[in-house]
Structures are given as structure tokens and as C-alpha cells.
């Protein structure tokens, strides 16, 4: 579903109604970026051209490292923009230093591999490059819209709030082609049930449990 997302044909809605239908799924978005970053880490002797592809500099030319633009172009796939990934990535990379001296540069000592897997846990990727998520699919464009405006709001208020992030959104118009995407998105088979009301949507990260595991 949208290039990225895996439905599980065997899974249980975990909300339905009228309004809306949220469905569990897989995003394997930044997967290939994910094991391609795996697999630089872990070379002994690192090819000096994988790191400076498009790249104007190289820095960091040590195992269990990347450069800093490596890292955001992965960052970007998973949701978040340059300035976001930075400042988390320094974030992190400030806890790891003051307990072992290392350089907080970024562009000397690059992403090291203890910083990206503490990056990829907080994001919930696991150790295949892929994360769960959850799919809100709504059939009023007006709900789609408050809830999307209502996130945004609370997110730039700057203030200390738990707001779910919204990774990523879609918005079908009746008659194009993409009217049968609900063909597709539970791979062969029949169908398990009609979503072509329900054409749009947020996408966001799926938590490890509800309330009712608390209650």
C-alpha cells in the first residue's frame, strides 16, 4: 500500500467503525537504506568511494561510522526532516560523550554505529530496517483535515506534549485510478473488507499496546 506498507491479512482491526478503520502494518520504507548503512558499518575496511558518493567531503573514513549525509537521507525516509535528524542525532550523540569523552562533531567522528541503533530503537526499526505502524483510514475529508490541523498545531506549539507524529497521509478522489486501491492492498486473495469509502488517511507509529493492557 502507497509503495511502502504491508498489510497483515491475518490481523484484526484494531479500531472499525463507520468513520474510520485503523489497521496495523509493516513500513519497509527505509529498509534498503536501513541494511545498506548495516552493511558499511560492519566492514572491516571500508570502500573510501561508498562514503564519499555524493557526497562533497568525506569524514568519519572508519569502521562502524557513517557520514553525517548518509545518515539524514535514512532519516528523511523514516519521516523526518534534516534539521529534526540532526538535532536528535546531537541529542544522542551528547548523552554517549559525556560518559565516554568522545567528539560531539559530527562531521569528524560521524554517526557511529552505537548512536544510529539507540536513533533506529527510538524510532521503533527493528533489526531488518522495518517498523510497525498503524493506518487510519477515514472516509470524511473533513475529519481527515481537523485531526491533521490539530496535530500540526500541537506539534509547533514548542511545548512538552505526547502527540503521536503523523509519518505519512493520503487522500484518494473518487473516480481516478486509484479507486481500486483496495484491490492491492491485501496482496492475493479476496478482500477482507471494503475500504473504498474510506479514502483517506494518516499513517502512524504503532505503539506495543492500548489501554486495555493498563486497565
Known amino acids: ?5 504491508i498489510l497483515d491479512r491475518d490481523a484484526t482491526p484494531l479500531h472499525k467503525s463507520d468513520s474510520c478503520v485503523i489497521l496495523r502494518a ?10 545498506s548503512i548495516q552493511t558499511l558499518m560492519s566492514d572491516a575496511e571500508p570502500d573510501i568511494d561508498d562514503y564519499s558518493h555524493g557526497c562533497g567531503s568525506v569524514y568519519a573514513i572508519q ?6 549525509d548518509r ?3 535514512f532519516a528523511r525516509k523514516v519521516g523526518l526532516d534534516q534539521a529534526e535528524a540532526i538535532s536528535e542525532i546531537h541529542n544522542l550523540l551528547l ?4 560518559k565516554s ?17 539507540e536513533f533506529c530503537k527510538n524510532h521503533a526499526i527493528d533489526s531488518t530496517g522495518c517498523r510497525t505502524v498503524v493506518i487510519k483510514f477515514m472516509r470524511s475529508r473533513q475529519s481527515f483535515e481537523l485531526e491533521r490541523q490539530c496535530r500540526d498545531i500541537l506539534c509547533e506549539s514548542g511545548k512538552s506534549s505526547s502527540v503521536v ?21 491485501f496482496g492475493e486473495g479476496p478482500l477482507l473488507m471494503n475500504l473504498s469509502r474510506f479514502r483517506y488517511g494518516i499513517v502512524m507509529p504503532c505503539s506495543n499496546g492500548d489501554l486495555r493492557d493498563i486497565f
Open 101 to 117: 569523552g568522545e567528539s560531539l562533531n559530527l562531521k569528524e567522528c560521524g554517526v557511529k554505529s552505537s548512536v544510529f541503533a
Open 26 to 35: 509493516r513500513d519497509i520504507g527505509a529498509m534498503e537504506s536501513y541494511l
Open 165 to 185: 507524529p503523523i509519518l505519512n497521509q493520503f487522500s484518494f478522489k473518487k473516480g481516478e485510478d486509484s479507486n481500486d486501491f483496495t484491490r492491492d492492498m
Open 95 to 98: 548523552e554517549t560523550s559525556t
Open 63 to 68: 569502521s562502524n561510522a557513517i557520514e553525517v
Open 1 to 5: 500500500f502507497l509503495g511502502r506498507y
Open 71 to 73: 545518515f539524514t537521507h
